[in-house]
């Protein structure tokens, strides 16, 4: 049986690139399968969750029309009124009176999908959709992986993240809605959340750059001691604040950009 260090494949979803690199020595015959599988999971999550397509279950829900009973649609919709709860209302799915999960269900696709390819013996893999990461294993034997933190105004690296297992999600690549306002809301920095759920961690930062970056810190201090979850936030005047523990996922050496 010959096997092969990995592969990678990248494909757009949704309007969004989208990569996934298996590093774990597999035969040939059982890479290809997984990797259909993975863009397979992810069209059907487009397919189901994305409010701009009006026969999406989304889409049928926010115009009334009749849904499917999918276990998934539910398990996304209580989470994200959990989340809403936990961030006081900041990450919000329902605005204006319009069901709209994508502050979470990008990052709870591709958490989904690392524990399928985790499962299926693929245990060395990073997803990328759209910056918002999952790294889980080695990127070779003994070695962690490495990624950069980007910022998202000036592709500037800021950090450099060195970890088996951690979940990044960075918000403040495009406008957020405010839920107090119901309006668009973009300020020149980011937020980067690690952690060990993509899916929480996209719906925090999602939250935080909706907060703005003073309640955006509050929150982020609170979130560190109370949950495994550390931020990184990018100021208005491009100046790093970030809680203690986001220190463990970096490289001692920042990289130069």
């Known amino acids: 049986m010959t ?13 969004m690139p989208v990569s996934v690199d298996i ?22 999550v487009d397919e189901t969750f994305n409010p701009v397509h009006e026969d999406s279950q989304i889409g049928r829900l ?7 009973q999918i276990p998934e649609l539910v398990e996304v919709l209580h989470r994200c ?13 329902r605005i204006n009176g319009v069901i709209d999960p994508s502050g979470y269900i990008k990052g709870w696709a591709l958490e989904r999908l690392s524990r399928a390819l985790t499962n299926a013996g693929a245990v060395d893999h990073r ?9 889980r294993g080695s990127a070779a034997p003994g070695r962690p992986w490495r990624t950069a933190v980007r910022d998202p105004r000036s592709g500037l690296v800021r950090r450099t993240v060195t970890a088996h297992d951690l979940a990044l999600a960075t918000s403040g690549r495009a406008p957020v809605l405010d839920p107090r306002t119901g309006g668009r809301r973009s300020w020149p920095g980011s937020v980067t959340v690690a ?15 909706a907060m703005g970056p003073v ?3 509050r929150f982020a201090a609170e979130l560190a001691e109370s949950e495994p ?22 490289a001692a050496d920042r990289l130069a950009g």
């Not at 290809?32 to 059907?44: I, S, T």
């Open 3 to 15: 096997t092969f260090p990995g592969t990678i494949r990248a494909e757009t979803v949704g309007g």
């Open 23 to 44: 590093r774990t020595a597999l035969p040939r015959r059982e890479l290809a399968p997984l990797l259909d599988d993975a863009f397979a999971w992810l069209r059907w």
């Open 62 to 68: 926010n115009r009334g029309r009749t849904i499917e």
């Open 81 to 93: 009124d959990e989340l809403s709860e936990r961030t006081g209302g900041w990450f919000e799915a």
């Open 127 to 135: 997803l990328d959709a759209g910056g918002d990461i999952r790294l």
């Open 195 to 209: 952690g060990p759920d993509l899916g929480v961690a996209d719906a925090y930062a999602t939250a935080m750059y």
């Open 215 to 217: 309640a955006a810190r």
């Open 229 to 250: 979850y550390q931020t990184l936030i990018i100021g208005r005047d491009g100046r790093e604040v970030a809680t203690p523990g986001f220190a463990v996922y970096t």
